[in-house]
């Protein structure tokens, strides 16, 4: 294994904290595995301390297997939560490792892989995950589907299709059909982006996804609060994960990825995560319907 860890608690310079361009090209076919990225990426593995602030909560993690979304299970897991991850079956590699891991810390661990374009299975997704771990308190909609495209005209309806199901239509059937089962004090956490707000022109579709997710985020918080329910979002900047070089980037964008944020470095996905349950937890109670950066130092506006 050639993983980048580093001490997150440990007063460091946040420049040099972690790999910096260039990295080697490395393409793989969507979605991608995490395992076969070089450098791999850090999602806390051998870094994350938990304090107990999820002692006991229940949590569903879309895109659990890699990326930011390993990056939240695992963090859960230590924050003392019981976690489902939900994948593509093509993941089952990736999604195996997360599920050790959790299990690694005495939580129980829930895999339930399937395809969220499809409205079915995003239901049963949820009632499988309520029977399994007893209950939901936190739902992570971390799954994302990037796919780059030089022009309009090379943007295909399916692809457009495809990229709003995942990102857009997935979130609606998903908060929708959790809601009803969760208690007050329940947190649901989206994934928007950088792109929400300064889309690059090669991510029409995917960028056009992440804008709706922050006015979704706005919405249903407003909606849910009367039920003592919390919704917010993370919007990550350029973060060294499978996504970027299975097609979410210009493949020539690889070597460099990252170097055009002040800190000149690609995020890791172990760096997104003290986010994520920053707003699990009750310590964030007066916070909802907010979108939050971790940008590498471009502010959101
Ligand atoms: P990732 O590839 O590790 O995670 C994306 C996950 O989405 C995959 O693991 C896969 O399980 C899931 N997914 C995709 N299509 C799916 C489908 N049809 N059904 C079920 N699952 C599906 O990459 P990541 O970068 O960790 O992405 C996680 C989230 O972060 C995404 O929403 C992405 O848009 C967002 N994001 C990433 C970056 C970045 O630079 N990496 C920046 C901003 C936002
Ligand atoms: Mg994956």
Redesign the pocket.
């Known amino acids: 294994m050639n993983r980048n860890t580093s001490n997150q608690y440990a007063m460091q310079n946040p420049l040099t904290q972690y790999p910096q361009p260039e990295f080697p090209p490395q393409h793989q076919p ?3 595995l ?1 395992s076969k990225m070089a450098p791999e ?1 850090d999602h806390g593995e051998e870094s994350y301390v938990g304090f107990g602030r999820l002692a006991g909560r229940k949590a569903l993690v ?10 939240a299970a695992i963090a859960f897991a230590r924050e003392g939560a019981d976690v489902a991850i ?3 079956p093509e ?1 089952e590699s ?2 195996q490792q997360v599920v050790q891991l959790i299990q690694a810390e005495g939580r129980r661990a829930v895999a339930i ?6 409205e079915a ?1 995003c239901v049963s997704l949820i009632k499988v995950a309520v029977e399994a771990l007893g209950g939901l308190d936190i739902l992570a ?6 796919i780059a495209q030089q022009h309009i005209s090379e943007l295909t309806t399916e692809q457009f299709d ?1 990229t709003f ?3 857009v239509y ?1 979130l609606f059937w998903l908060c929708k059909a959790a809601v009803p089962h969760m208690p007050p004090g329940a947190t649901i956490i989206n ?5 929400s707000y300064d889309p690059s022109k090669t991510l029409l579709d ?1 960028a056009s ?2 804008a709706a ?1 922050v006015a979704f985020t706005k919405a249903l918080s407003s909606q849910v609060i009367e039920q003592g329910i919390r919704v917010n979002a ?11 070089p ?1 097609d ?1 980037q210009p493949q020539e964008k690889i070597p460099t ?2 170097s055009q944020t002040p800190m000149k470095r ?2 890791q ?1 172990a760096e ?1 995560a003290p986010l994520y349950v920053m707003l699990a937890c009750q310590e964030s109670s007066y916070i909802t319907g907010e979108t939050f950066g971790v940008t590498g130092g471009n502010p959101l506006p």
């Open positions: 969507e979605p991608g995490d990426p879309t895109g659990g297997d890699s990326g930011i979304g390993r990056a939900n994948y593509l993941e990736d999604a892989p399937g395809d969220l374009k499809d299975f909609n971390v799954a994302g589907k990037q495809h199901k995942t990102n997935a994934t928007a982006s950088i792109q995917y996804t992440k997710i993370v919007a990550p900047g350029p973060i060294w994960t499978v996504l970027q299975s979410g990825f990252g690609p995020g996905p997104c």
